[in-house]
């Protein structure tokens, strides 16, 4: 009785002090200071090396669209054998995805993006070398499984090594990262046969393979697992070998003493009171970024610039520098202008851009004023991508990657990876049926989606800008 009231009392402890809490308003004297001698050189390194996991989930992403005629000749694949083919890896990914945060609990963040790798590769290769259906869906689900892990553990590991004023820029990498892999993948895929293709998957894979031997594990991680001597080190090395890491050290020792006192967290427990806020924004921005329709657009986009007239291989190429340029803007803008009002653009954006799209449809179902449907169609799906990239595409993984307390970072991560994953494969298995049974009710279906988007941010997700990852934690969950 004793010892329940014990875990009782220290559920209903804050995490961390309120003066705690309240201290981002100012910076902390020690920030002041600690600021002036900070190197953030290795901190740029080793995000450096972790995105190549990034562009090594979007090369998987984007391989199968430039490949398909080449590889139903060369192998003599049906329609549907090829449609496997292009859909399993997000099962793979889905696997990935409830793995991660196990794995990246027990061996680490560095660990896990080595597992990931070794997946990729030995993926990539078994569709280099098929002469079959079956190799090439052995690997097409290697390198799912590998962009599953990939999805969860390279935002968490560069927000958890990041210092607060760099944290957003450097995880919305992440997805600038993805999108030039897909880019790159479009572009060379159309003067590359498949094998070579796949081939160049495995050199991002290489880098970050080579490069994790360089670069320090999450400080984060090293303090759960009691490894003390190591978390001082590689928080130094992070910092710089001037940077007085006294006073982050202690906070992060501090915040991790509160919850080692807590019961060890599985998948239930995500649903207790205490940490059901951060698990209510982490998927639900999970369920919002993808029930907006942006898998089906991606994936058909060209079907749907054809259906509206415009020619598909212009809109196309105009859609993929869109996306890469945008993204990179996200990087540059996050930390000044933070994560919430990027959220509320952003989905605005994509209630316009589905709006315009869902009009040019009506339009063209009803004879409607015909010459003014192409110009609206891809106005509207520029204006998406656009908006999606401008902040619903990075912005909730960022947000995922900073509000699960450590104790429960592995599940809660896992459970809002999955969650998007599963959201990914059913909006992009749908689409077609949509499109069906009513080209512009689809895209007002996704409207009114994107809308509930706008309600849930403004209600639900707070501003994590300008706090550490203790902060942000204690206050979501107090």
Request: net charge neutral; proline share 3%.
């Given at each position: 009785?004793?010892?329940?009231?014990?875990?009782?009392?220290?559920?209903?402890?804050?995490?961390?002090?309120?003066?705690?809490?309240?201290?981002?308003?100012?910076?902390?004297?020690?920030?002041?200071?600690?600021?002036?001698?900070?190197?953030p050189?290795?901190?740029?390194?080793?995000?450096?090396?972790?995105?190549?996991?990034?562009?090594?989930?979007?090369?998987?992403?984007?391989?199968?669209?430039?490949?398909?005629?080449?590889?139903?000749?060369?192998?003599?694949?049906?329609?549907?054998?090829?449609?496997v083919?292009?859909?399993?890896?997000?099962?793979?990914?889905?696997?990935?995805?409830?793995?991660?945060?196990?794995?990246?609990?027990?061996?680490?963040?560095?660990?896990?993006?080595?597992?990931?790798?070794?997946?990729?590769?030995?993926?990539?290769?078994?569709?280099?070398?098929?002469?079959?259906?079956?190799?090439?869906?052995i690997?097409?689900?290697?390198?799912?499984?590998?962009?599953?892990?990939?999805?969860?553990?390279?935002?968490?590991?560069?927000?958890?090594?990041?210092?607060?004023?760099?944290?957003?820029?450097?995880?919305?990498?992440?997805?600038?990262?993805?999108?030039?892999?897909?880019?790159?993948?479009?572009?060379?895929?159309?003067?590359?046969?498949?094998?070579?293709l796949?081939?160049?998957?495995?050199?991002?894979?290489?880098?970050?393979?080579?490069?994790?031997?360089?670069?320090?594990?999450?400080?984060?991680?090293?303090?759960?697992?009691?490894?003390?001597?190591?978390?001082?080190?590689?928080?130094?090395?992070?910092?710089?070998?001037?940077?007085?890491?006294?006073?982050?050290?202690?906070?992060?020792?501090?915040?991790?003493?509160?919850?080692?006192?807590?019961?060890?967290?599985?998948?239930?427990?995500?649903?207790?009171?205490?940490?059901?806020?951060?698990?209510?924004?982490?998927?639900?921005?999970?369920?919002?970024?993808?029930?907006?329709?942006?898998?089906?657009?991606?994936?058909?986009?060209?079907?749907?610039?054809?259906?509206?007239?415009f020619?598909?291989?212009?809109?196309?190429?105009?859609?993929?520098?869109?996306?890469?340029?945008?993204?990179?803007?996200?990087?540059?803008?996050?930390?000044?202008?933070?994560?919430?009002?990027?959220?509320?653009?952003s989905?605005?954006?994509?209630?316009?851009?589905?709006?315009?799209?869902?009009?040019?449809?009506?339009?063209?179902?009803?004879?409607?004023?015909?010459?003014?449907?192409?110009?609206?169609?891809?106005?509207?799906?520029?204006?998406?991508?656009?908006?999606?990239?401008?902040?619903?595409g990075?912005?909730?993984w960022?947000?995922?990657?900073?509000?699960?307390?450590?104790?429960?970072?592995?599940?809660?991560?896992?459970?809002?990876?999955?969650?998007?994953?599963?959201?990914?494969?059913?909006?992009?298995?749908?689409?077609?049926f949509?499109?069906?049974?009513?080209?512009?009710?689809?895209?007002?279906?996704?409207?009114?989606?994107?809308?509930?988007?706008?309600?849930?941010?403004?209600?639900?997700?707070?501003?994590?800008?300008?706090?550490?990852?203790?902060?942000?934690?204690?206050?979501?969950?107090a």
């Open positions: 009785m004793a010892v329940k009231d014990d875990v009782q009392e220290n559920v209903r402890e804050p995490l961390m002090p309120i003066e705690n809490i309240l201290a981002h308003e100012d910076g902390g004297a020690g920030d002041r200071t600690n600021n002036k001698k900070v190197n050189c290795m901190v740029y390194f080793s995000t450096l090396i972790a995105v190549c996991g990034s562009y090594a989930f979007g090369s998987c992403a984007g391989y199968s669209s430039p490949t398909q005629s080449a590889i139903r000749e060369d192998i003599a694949l049906s329609l549907a054998e090829y449609s083919f292009g859909s399993i890896l997000t099962f793979g990914a889905m696997i990935g995805a409830i793995t991660s945060g196990p794995i990246a609990d027990y061996i680490g963040r560095k660990g896990a993006m080595r597992v990931s790798s070794v997946f990729c590769v030995a993926g990539w290769l078994a569709i280099y070398f098929a002469e079959g259906v079956w190799p090439l869906d690997g097409r689900l290697a390198t799912g499984y590998g962009m599953g892990v990939f999805s969860y553990v390279v935002p968490v590991f560069i927000a958890e090594i990041a210092p607060k004023n760099l944290r957003g820029a450097l995880t919305a990498a992440n997805q600038l990262m993805i999108c030039a892999g897909v880019s790159v993948a479009f572009i060379i895929g159309t003067v590359l046969t498949w094998r070579a796949a081939l160049t998957g495995i050199i991002p894979c290489a880098i970050l393979f080579l490069g994790l031997f360089f670069i320090p594990e999450s400080p984060r991680w090293l303090a759960k697992t009691g490894k003390e001597k190591e978390f001082e080190a590689a928080l130094q090395k992070l910092r710089g070998k001037d940077a007085d890491i006294t006073h982050e050290a202690a906070e992060i020792q501090d915040y991790i003493e509160t919850l080692e006192r807590l019961p060890k967290a599985g998948m239930l427990d995500l649903f207790q009171r205490r940490y059901l806020r951060s698990v209510t924004i982490g998927v639900g921005l999970m369920v919002f970024q993808q029930f907006g329709g942006i898998n089906g657009i991606c994936f058909y986009t060209s079907t749907i610039f054809e259906s509206a007239g020619s598909s291989s212009v809109g196309t190429i105009i859609y993929a520098i869109l996306q890469v340029v945008v993204t990179g803007l996200n990087t540059i803008v996050i930390d000044r202008a933070g994560r919430k009002p990027l959220l509320l653009v989905a605005t954006g994509l209630v316009l851009g589905c709006l315009l799209v869902g009009v040019s449809f009506f339009l063209k179902v009803h004879e409607l004023g015909l010459e003014s449907v192409p110009a609206l169609a891809v106005t509207g799906i520029l204006l998406y991508i656009a908006a999606f990239s401008a902040g619903m990075a912005v909730p960022v947000v995922m990657s900073e509000i699960f307390p450590i104790n429960i970072k592995g599940v809660g991560g896992s459970l809002a990876t999955l969650v998007n994953w599963f959201g990914a494969w059913l909006v992009s298995y749908t689409f077609n949509l499109m069906t049974w009513s080209s512009y009710g689809t895209f007002i279906l996704y409207a009114a989606i994107n809308a509930l988007g706008i309600l849930f941010v403004i209600i639900v997700v707070p501003e994590t800008k300008g706090r550490t990852l203790e902060q942000i934690q204690a206050a979501i969950n």
